[in-house]
């Protein structure tokens, strides 16, 4: 399986970008998809997902700010992050894991500006 994310860039505070993350491969062997994020000196954590049955979860910091969305019939995730914090300055990584096995997209930057 092979994740292709975009979407990142700069934006001030209280702004608006979607991430998106195209899956190509065995992408029938798919269930949950994540975006992590991970700043310098700090491991990646989970910032939200999605499971094939449209159920989602997120961290206590995006709740009601950040929405992650699957289109049926599509290996895609999106991810519509509002209301913009500082503190969201990342490196957003989209992930899946099939079996005992993890993938990753390159991870694209996000950066919010005061």
């Known amino acids: 399986v092979q994740l292709q994310a975009s979407g990142g860039g700069l934006v001030q505070t209280g702004g608006s970008l979607r991430l998106s993350c195209a899956a190509s491969?065995?992408?029938?062997?798919?269930?949950?998809m994540n975006w992590y994020c991970q700043t310098p000196g700090k491991q990646r954590e989970l910032v939200a997902s999605?499971?094939?049955?449209?159920?989602?979860t997120y961290a206590d910091s995006v709740k009601g700010r950040f929405t992650i969305s699957r289109e049926r019939g599509k290996s895609s995730v999106d991810l519509q992050m509002n209301n913009l914090k500082t503190e969201d300055t990342a490196v957003y990584y989209c992930n899946t894991r099939i079996e005992r096995w993890n993938y990753w997209g390159q991870g694209t930057l996000v950066t919010v500006s005061s």
């Open positions: 999605i499971t094939s049955a449209r159920t989602t």
């Open positions: 491969g065995s992408t029938f062997a798919i269930n949950a």
